[in-house]
């Protein structure tokens, strides 16, 4: 836990770690009575995961004697720097006897609050040791005023973080060992072992790694504060026109001069605008330049990575390959690397029998390479084919299985929920689950237990066919001990959003089939050519016994217009993403929503394709078939919101 100051500086206001740390000190009084009180059996109370612990501002305070600060460096033992920081000579010698149930409560309340709210993380209390009265808040303020000066000094100096392979971060830090106290170093040494151990997450949840983590979170905040936030996303939906966009927030678009960013419709994070240009080499330029000129962004992970040539990219939650993503096992990685660098990499990859695919990203500087699985050990082999200050980028340090979204028709973070828009939830050993369905008021409004589906689990799209407008979904998986992020909360569009599905670029590229059973140019599937061929009833006939479907249109009409209404709010969202989706999950989106509405899948199908709405079409290049909308009518009419132009025909 962080007991620098900052947490004090944020929650008070106040400018400057150490006034923060007075103001906060001096709330407690002179009385020394009164603080003997706060560390009494009388003081723990059981808090409810709904109200805020009382007991935390005391127990903070321990951690902050701990630490300790320039004035009390110098003191060896707490209870004299808890003595010299209050300014009471006579709690120099105070038992504690009460701290570690204080500590064990807390940590109660916290699993309480997350699992009641999600909003609070599980407090994961280390070994006391051989303290057992204050050895919970001496580990948990881990390091020392003193030790975490030269820790941040040490980050500086070689680049390791909370991102790095456990071994390249214990390197650095045995190498200059004996710069650090007796218990920085018998740290260290526990952290060796858990390593050496194969103990990763223990390694993981050590105060070694912790306070790493707390130095990368206190520059990033630094470099936020100077230059902004950036994220690079790249999108290889179509391999042949692969997309690579900046996310920023407005002081980031400012500072990076990302003349013509557009503000996103739905901010993800503290991402407000997104910048896309021409060509990899516009996009990275500007953060090269920014990396050069601003010494807090120059050491962030992205900007150390874009200066040594290769930055990978690894999948966030929601599957898109970002910056901001993290790798797990068998994992996908983007390389976005120069191009003089990237063929020796694609020839180890070929050789370590990865699949690989190369987007064309023109004749600039910069290129890409995506692998859509790959595991540690080849990822670390790939490190070796670069420069040595590359190789640390490609050597991700150990995470814990998070849970992650798939399939989803999502537009920024926000996603769509209907029949045909029921994302599946990965977390890797979980059994089952459950969801629930919150209104804008913060009621519930549904809930219920997940199905098996594909490689996770999913919301039953039977019980999304009645869905009332939804805020906001949780979902929550079992079974997966020691998993981070077993509990997601995730905003729902209430509809595809307004914006317009994204066009082929090529459309010269791609063929349909035409008249007289050939391929022709997509021109060719234009609806009203199809429309002249196939009559509503042809259009749901078929050789079978007569119970098999119901005897006319007419009574099908109810089910058809909710399955095509679930349908094109699914398919509009997704095909603003990209010009054209797999059969396989045109194939899946239909045969979900048929069922849910009692329909034959292959009905809906047929009506789909043979009435034009969707086109199955291949590249001249290559017989894969894609799907993409046919050439759209709209419909437009006048509300009280203004003008509004819709799809129909879907």
């Known amino acids: 836990m962080d007991a620098t100051g900052q947490l004090l500086e944020k929650i008070s206001g106040v400018a400057g770690l150490e006034a923060a740390k007075r103001q906060f000190i001096a709330a407690f009084g002179r009385d020394a009575s009164d603080i003997r009180q706060l560390y009494r059996r009388t003081s723990i109370s059981l808090t409810q995961a709904t109200a805020i612990s009382h007991s935390f501002a005391a127990l903070y305070l321990t951690l ?80 020392t005023f003193a030790d975490e000066k030269r820790l941040r000094q040490l980050v500086a100096e070689t680049g390791i973080s909370s991102a790095s ?16 106290s007796q218990p920085f170093r018998e740290e260290a040494l526990l952290f060796h072992e858990l390593v050496a151990n194969g103990q990763n997450e223990d390694a993981f949840n050590s105060p ?64 407000t605008y997104i910048w896309r240009t021409n060509g990899f080499d516009a996009s990275i330029s500007p953060l090269i330049s920014l990396g050069a000129r601003d010494n807090h962004f120059s050491r962030l992970q992205m900007s150390r990575a874009l200066s040594a ?7 966030d939650r929601f599957g898109r390959l970002s910056s901001d993503g ?43 390479l995506f692998i859509p699985r790959i595991s540690r050990a080849s990822l670390e082999r790939l490190a070796f084919e670069l420069l040595p ?25 926000a996603i769509l929920l209907n029949p045909a828009a029921s994302p599946e939830v990965r977390l890797r050993g979980a059994t089952g689950g459950s969801y629930e369905l919150v209104g804008a008021n913060g009621r519930t409004i549904a809930g219920g237990e997940l199905e098996a589906h594909g490689e996770g689990f999913r919301i039953p799209p039977a019980d999304l066919s009645t869905l009332a407008v939804t805020a906001s979904c949780d979902y929550r998986l079992a079974g997966a001990p020691g ?6 909360k995730i905003s729902v569009l209430p509809a595809a959003p307004a914006a317009p599905p994204k066009l082929l670029p090529d459309p010269q590229a791609w063929l349909c089939d035409a008249h007289g059973a050939v391929l022709g140019g997509l021109e060719s599937s234009r609806p009203e050519a199809y429309r002249a061929r196939f009559s509503p009833e042809e259009l749901v006939s078929r050789s079978c016994e007569l119970d098999f479907l119901p005897p006319s249109m007419a009574g099908i009409e109810e089910q058809g217009r909710q399955v095509f209404r679930w349908l094109s709010e699914a398919l509009l969202t997704r095909f603003q993403q990209r010009a054209t989706l797999p059969f396989e999950e045109i194939k899946e989106r239909v045969g979900s ?30 017989p894969f078939q894609e799907i993409a909308l046919g050439e759209r009518l709209l419909v437009a009419g006048n509300s009280a919101d203004g003008m509004q132009a819709r799809l129909c025909g879907i």
Not at 309 to 315: I, K, M, V, Y
Request: proline share 6%; hydrophobic share 45%.
């Open 208 to 271: 070694l790694w912790g306070a790493l983590r707390d130095i990368g979170i206190a520059l990033e905040k630094k470099a936020s504060d100077s230059s902004g936030r950036f994220c690079l996303e790249l999108d290889i939906a179509d391999p042949l026109a692969p997309e690579l966009a900046v996310l920023a927030d407005s002081r980031g678009a400012r500072t990076a001069a990302l003349s013509g960013a557009i503000p996103l419709q739905h901010p993800r994070g503290p991402y």
């Open 593 to 622: 929503a048929a069922r849910a509405a009692g329909l034959p899948a292959w009905m809906v199908q047929r009506v789909l394709f043979a009435s034009g709405w969707l086109v199955r079409i291949p590249r001249r290049t290559a």
């Open 309 to 315: 040539g290769c930055l990978p990219l690894f999948s």
């Open 326 to 368: 993290d790798y797990h096992d068998d994992g996908p990685v983007a390389l976005i690397a120069l191009r003089s660098r990237m063929g020796p990499i694609e020839a180890i990859a070929h050789h370590l029998g990865l699949v690989v695919r190369a987007p064309d990203t023109g004749s600039g500087r910069w290129s890409a």
């Open 389 to 413: 200050s590359a190789q640390a980028f490609l050597m991700p340090g150990w995470q814990p299985d998070r849970l992650r979204i798939a399939e989803a028709a999502r537009y920024g973070d």
């Open 483 to 488: 998993s981070a992020g077993a509990m997601v």
């Open 64 to 143: 902050l004697a701990a630490s300790g600060d320039d004035s009390t460096s110098g003191e060896g033992l707490l209870r004299r720097r808890f003595a010299a920081m209050l300014g009471m000579e006579e709690l120099a010698s105070f038992d504690f006897v009460e701290l570690p149930r204080m500590w064990q409560e807390f940590a109660r309340w916290c699993e309480r609050r997350g699992k009641a709210l999600g909003d609070c993380r599980k407090l994961i209390l280390p070994d006391p040791r051989n303290e057992s009265r204050i050895g919970y808040s001496k580990r948990l303020a881990f390091p």
């Open 165 to 180: 392979a456990f071994r390249a971060a214990e390197h650095a830090i045995f190498a200059s060992l004996n710069d650090f």
